[in-house]
């Protein structure tokens, strides 16, 4: 079913396949200078030169970064053993000077604590610790 056509419209108009635009032919395209594409190419190829250097040293930069961070953790990891190590080495020293010296494995400490008075004992040069000094208050 159909419309009737209103007054003063135009009439329908047939339809037709849709138009497909063709290229013109190779005789009416002026032919390119083959030094002007050769130029367009070397600047396209110019373009993507930087891009590229850009990256490479961007990946460059990040791959020290990398390489620095994993040297950090491995001595991190390796002076972390020594110095355990170390302490041990240190206590069973401790240990062996004491059992020689026959001296007590336990350390005096005041039950009041060491107070700090701010003044220090003069070196003497002597190895081996000196008893903390404690200052007396004049009686009133």
Same mark, same amino acid.
């Given at each position: 079913?159909?419309?009737?056509?209103?007054?003063?419209?135009?009439?329908?108009?047939?339809?037709?396949?849709?138009?497909?635009?063709?290229?013109?032919?190779?005789?009416?395209?002026p032919p390119a200078d083959?030094?002007?594409?050769?130029?367009?190419?070397?600047?396209?190829?110019?373009?993507?030169?930087?891009?590229?250097?850009?990256?490479? *040293?961007? #990946? &460059?930069?990040?791959?020290?970064? !990398?390489?620095?961070? $994993?040297?950090? %953790?491995?001595?991190?990891? /390796?002076?972390?053993?020594?110095?355990?190590?170390? *302490?041990? #080495? &240190?206590?069973?020293?401790?240990? !062996?000077?004491?059992? $020689?010296?026959? %001296?007590?494995?336990?350390? /005096?400490?005041?039950?009041?604590?060491?107070?700090?008075?701010?003044?220090?004992?003069?070196?003497?040069? !002597?190895?081996?610790?000196?008893?903390p000094v404690i200052p007396?208050?004049?009686?009133?």
């Amino acid at each position: 079913m159909t419309n009737p056509p209103r007054p003063g419209a135009a009439p329908p108009r047939p339809q037709q396949p849709p138009r497909t635009r063709t290229q013109p032919p190779a005789q009416q395209r002026p032919p390119a200078d083959l030094a002007t594409r050769l130029d367009g190419q070397r600047g396209w190829l110019n373009e993507i030169d930087r891009s590229l250097k850009k990256r490479s *040293i961007i #990946a &460059l930069v990040l791959t020290c970064l !990398a390489v620095g961070a $994993a040297a950090a %953790a491995i001595y991190i990891s /390796v002076t972390k053993n020594s110095d355990s190590d170390r *302490i041990n #080495a &240190l206590e069973t020293r401790i240990e !062996a000077l004491e059992v $020689a010296s026959g %001296a007590t494995t336990g350390t /005096v400490v005041p039950e009041t604590g060491v107070p700090d008075t701010g003044t220090t004992l003069p070196d003497t040069g !002597a190895t081996g610790t000196t008893a903390p000094v404690i200052p007396t208050t004049p009686a009133e």
